[in-house]
């Protein structure tokens, strides 16, 4: 079955850390470009991070820049979002997706609250 499956989300106080993982499984995970987007309530679905298919090349979005890192171990078909510095303007729904194949996780909820 081809699907992706997002876990590590919860509750943090500002200036927090989570690591939220996407495990993947049906297709060949290693070839695929992957992303980590958010949905905060009330506004439209953003891309937060991207990770090339060997995992050497990253790329953010300007406000979590030096806070996030993307990662992914191709061994063990999994992707990661480590979240360091937590602010409340990142609670939000996160999602991982495989862009080439349209394919989302069902979300993760982050919430940044003290």
């Known amino acids: 079955q081809v699907q992706l499956v997002e876990s590590g989300g919860g509750l943090v106080q500002p200036g927090g850390s989570l690591r939220l993982s996407c495990a993947a499984s049906?297709?060949?995970?290693?070839?695929?470009?992957m992303n980590w987007y958010r949905q905060a309530p009330g506004k439209e679905r953003e891309l937060v991070a991207t990770?090339?298919?060997?995992?050497?090349?990253?790329n953010y979005i300007n406000p979590v820049k030096g806070r996030f890192t993307i990662s992914r171990d191709n061994a063990k078909n999994t992707l990661y979002l480590q979240m360091n510095s937590l602010k409340p303007e990142d609670t939000a729904v996160y999602y991982c997706?495989?862009?080439?194949?349209?394919?989302w996780g069902q979300g993760t909820q982050v919430t940044v609250s003290s």
């Open positions: 997706y495989v862009p080439s194949r349209l394919l």
């Open positions: 990770i090339s298919s060997g995992g050497r090349s990253t």
């Open positions: 049906g297709f060949t995970f290693s070839s695929y470009i």
